[in-house]
């Protein structure tokens, strides 16, 4: 669960498509493990006729995974469907409002919120990258031209 928080955290990082695919990727994942366990649910009751109280642990972990599937599908209807759309102008408008409400300076505007056309400005020894990594695409043909 917190590896996949994390990956929620960059989605802002991915295009739609890749976005999209990942979370697909993800609820194909999720809807094999509720099958998996439901079977193991029913199997454990049907032959071993164990009270409920000793099955909450899997009827939990069951409902979890379905909350998770469901959230995974909705998010992915909600990109498909424009409602989490990013582009430049809205990005760089973020960012211009995180600076004044904050009062930050740029350097300190969250990665994900700066304008990727301009290189960051930080200081120390590990200075930013000028464009967000995708994991989950190769190189763009945008990309082989920089």
């Known amino acids: 669960p917190a590896a996949f928080a994390a990956g929620v955290a960059r989605l802002a990082y991915l295009s739609e498509a890749e976005a999209v695919l990942a979370l697909e990727v993800r609820l194909s994942g999720l809807e094999g493990l509720v099958a998996h366990h439901q079977t193991t649910y029913r199997g454990l009751r049907d032959r071993t006729r164990l009270p409920r109280l000793f099955l909450l ?33 809205w990005l760089a408008q973020v960012a211009a409002d995180q ?18 056309s301009k290189p960051a400005v930080q200081s120390g020894p590990n200075p930013p990258p000028d464009r967000p990594h995708r994991e989950l695409s190769q190189e763009t043909e945008e990309d082989s031209h920089d």
């Open 99 to 116: 600076q004044h409400f904050f009062g930050l300076p740029p350097e300190q505007v969250p990665l994900a919120l700066r304008d990727w």
């Open 57 to 89: 642990e899997m009827e939990y972990l069951i409902a979890q995974l379905q909350a998770e599937s469901a959230w995974v599908a909705a998010t992915v209807e909600a990109v498909r469907h424009g409602d989490l759309a990013v582009d430049g102008a």
